[in-house]
């Protein structure tokens, strides 16, 4: 066992099961809020969608679940994981999980300990599982206010995710000051983005480890 920053032991996360010969059996899930679920893409593609599609290989039979619930935050998605996920990884030679949990946190009042203690043990029971895990920041706002606190609580997801070795994109620093995510979510009445937003978020995780993590 270790401990991390808040005292909290937890079990490094270990390398995912991957199948060594022969076409690998993946079941891929997503968990988290609105923006996981794409909500305000026109083509209901979400970044999720964008990167699944993105991802292949001749070896690779990927089997993807998008379970993003809008308004969820991280204590919801630490108590619904155990419940939706384990029917879509049913049968699977290879179990994966995604996370991106965050802006309702912030907004709905969870404290930053809180959040973090439900991502560590989101990340740390699917470890204990062997289920690899890959987690992506939330994006940034309109809101200063919303964003110094988001700024924080996504320091605190890198850290979470350092001192357990599971990849981790920060969308976070890379849109704050973009153009054209500022100019996306200044047209949406819910400040969620629009098609080329979501397709940033996209080109931030499939440049940023996610090949890697699948072994691909």
């Avoid at 993105?54 to 619904?80: K, M």
């Avoid at 300990?113 to 289920?131: F, K, M, Q, V």
């Avoid at 990849?167 to 500022?182: E, G, S």
């Avoid at 080329?196 to 931030?204: D, N, Q, S």
Wanted: charged share 20%; proline share 5%; with cysteine.
């Amino acid at each position: 066992m270790s401990v991390d920053a808040t005292g909290t032991e937890f079990t490094p996360s270990a390398e995912a099961l991957v199948v060594q010969e022969g076409r690998r059996d993946v079941g891929l899930v997503a968990l988290g809020g609105s923006h996981v679920a794409g909500y305000g893409d026109p083509k209901g593609q979400g970044w999720f969608g964008r990167v699944v599609g993105r991802t292949s290989h001749p070896d690779l039979d990927l089997t993807a679940y998008n379970l993003g619930v809008r308004g969820d935050t991280s204590a919801e998605v630490l108590t619904r994981w155990e419940k939706e996920c384990p029917s879509r990884w049913a049968g699977r030679t290879e179990k994966r999980l995604v996370v991106s949990v965050g802006t309702n946190d912030v907004t709905g009042g969870i404290t930053l300990a809180r959040h973090r203690l439900n991502l560590a043990n989101l990340l740390d029971e699917s470890t204990s599982r062997g289920i690899g895990t890959f987690v992506v920041s939330p994006p940034p706002t309109l809101d200063a206010q919303v964003n110094d606190r988001l700024e924080v609580l996504v320091d605190a997801q890198a850290d979470v995710c350092a001192r357990r070795s599971v990849p981790f994109v920060d969308c976070f620093r890379p849109l704050a000051a973009h153009d054209q995510w500022r100019s996306e979510l200044a047209a949406s009445s819910a400040e969620h983005p629009g098609q080329a937003g979501y397709g940033l978020i996209a080109w931030l995780v499939l440049h940023n480890g996610w090949a890697a993590w699948l072994h691909i």
